[in-house]
């Protein structure tokens, strides 16, 4: 357990860091016009993975991950947060998360979309492109 102090300080954090993370990921890469039948079927598939984690000991597995690449490739940067966010907090709460470690819903929200961003800059930065399967043509 962590003090009441780090406990206040990680969500201060959060509250702060979480808006610049989409608006510079927005900014990195904005959210387009999707095909939303397309997007509907992802978000069904990020809910049903982050429905099913797999427990070992006392370690959590879970392939949210595996999807949220899936999302980032078609959708852009501000479409894989979105979802993968979304994805984490239904884990967490699946996940039946007591009052001594709330904490670490914030803290983790803040490392994944940190990964996030980090790894869709290294990407941009050796020359990836975007599909963007999800415009569509007109």
Not at 95 to 100: P, Q, Y
Not at 111 to 126: G, T
């Amino acid at each position: 357990m962590i003090s009441k102090h780090s406990n206040w300080l990680i969500r201060i954090a959060w509250i702060v860091l979480m808006p610049v993370i989409f608006y510079y990921a927005n900014m990195v890469s904005p959210l387009r016009q999707i095909d939303r039948s397309n997007f509907l079927i992802i978000i069904v598939l990020f809910l049903i993975v982050a429905n099913m984690p797999i427990k070992i000991n006392d370690a959590t597995l879970s392939f949210i991950f595996g999807i949220s690449i899936l999302v980032f490739l078609s959708y852009g940067l501000v479409a894989e947060l979105l979802i993968s966010q979304l994805a984490y907090t239904i884990l967490y709460i699946r996940l039946s998360i007591t009052k001594k470690t709330l904490f670490r819903m914030p803290l983790n929200s803040m490392m994944f979309a940190l990964c996030s961003i980090s790894s869709a800059l290294l990407y941009y930065l050796v020359g990836g492109k975007m599909n963007l399967l999800g415009l569509r043509k007109y």
